[in-house]
């Protein structure tokens, strides 16, 4: 069983500090001591933006359960607590980590995603590591037709593609999220991509960052008659190579799910596992 202990550098982890700059200015973000509160009052439904991010791995879950109910958990609508922390390395297949594995509730779901970060980022120079993206094995995206920007055509193929997914059909959500993302793109802290396949949209990315020093790729799909082809890979290099032109020592972190297969597809392009995010999800009111 690997050490349970928060990671380093950010507090709470760098896998949530990253998870936090996917989501749009409707998320209310506040620190406190020992954690990180998110706050989603337009979409209760939003569960990874009503949560708690933990600094530290807890010593008890059911505490955090009850702090969520009597906070987050508050706003009309949101009936699932959501509580996270991040440990350092890769828990991928193993048991989940929690420090008291009895005080977990039964009903309790839990899951286990990887923080990874690009590995050229261990670089110490920042033009190695847009050189570096020459060396990744993935299909030329010159060969593709690929557009970016805040322009209908890339939007509307953005919000196609999150309805198949995978994640939900609701097409309410899908469409408030991407009006989320629109306006981190008019922030300027937000770019899609979008692949077309004869017109077709095919494969969608995004990359949010902070203006500092983190960005995250997120959100990385391909509908399913196109999976397989690299479609992917060549918009996540493509994507890496705008950003870094930009931002050349910006860390990219991308987060998955510990053992799912898009991790091997990250792994491909350079992308190393370095904390585990555990999030514990529990119905709100039981
Ligand atoms: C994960 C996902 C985005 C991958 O998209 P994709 O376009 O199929 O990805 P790629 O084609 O670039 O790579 C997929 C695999 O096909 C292989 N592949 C790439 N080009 C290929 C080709 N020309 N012929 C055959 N196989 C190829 C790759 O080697 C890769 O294998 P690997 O995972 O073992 O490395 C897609 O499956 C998806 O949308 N899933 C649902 C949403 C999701 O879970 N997203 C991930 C969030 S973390």
């Known amino acids: ?37 998110l706050r989603t009052p337009t979409r209760p439904d939003h569960f990874s933006g009503n949560a708690l991010h933990l600094h530290e791995p807890p010593t008890a879950v059911q505490p955090w359960l009850d702090r969520h109910r009597r906070t987050v958990g508050a706003i009309p609508g949101v009936d699932r607590a959501f509580v996270c922390w991040e440990v350092a390395g890769d828990l991928a297949g193993t048991d989940p980590p929690a420090a008291a594995p009895d ?30 993206l020459a060396a990744v094995d993935a299909r030329d995206p010159d060969d593709l037709d690929i557009r970016s920007g805040a322009d209908d055509k890339v939007l509307s193929g953005s919000r196609a593609l999150y309805l198949q997914a995978g994640w939900g059909t609701d097409v309410d959500y899908w469409r408030w999220h991407s009006a989320q993302q629109l306006d981190l793109v008019v922030a300027r802290r937000c770019d899609i991509w979008v692949a077309y396949v004869m017109g077709i949209p095919a494969s969608r990315v995004s990359l949010m960052h902070d203006r500092h020093s983190l960005a995250i790729v997120e959100d990385v799909i391909t509908h399913p008659l196109h999976r397989g082809r690299g479609l992917a890979s060549a918009l996540v290099v493509h994507a890496l190579r705008q950003h870094l032109a930009d931002h050349p020592d910006h860390g990219i972190v991308i987060r998955a799910d510990a053992d799912g297969s898009a991790r091997h597809l990250y792994e491909r392009l350079g992308f190393a596992t370095v904390a585990t995010d555990v999030s514990i999800s529990h119905p709100a009111r039981p």
């Open 1 to 37: 069983m690997p050490t349970v202990r928060a990671t380093g550098a950010v507090r709470g982890g760098i896998g949530l500090a990253a998870e936090r700059l996917g989501h749009g200015p409707a998320v209310m973000v506040t620190t406190a001591s020992d954690h990180v509160a």
């Open 103 to 132: 005080d977990l509730p039964t009903d309790a779901g839990v899951e286990l995603v990887s923080a990874m970060v690009w590995r050229p980022d261990l670089a110490e120079r920042p033009t190695d590591r847009v050189a570096a």
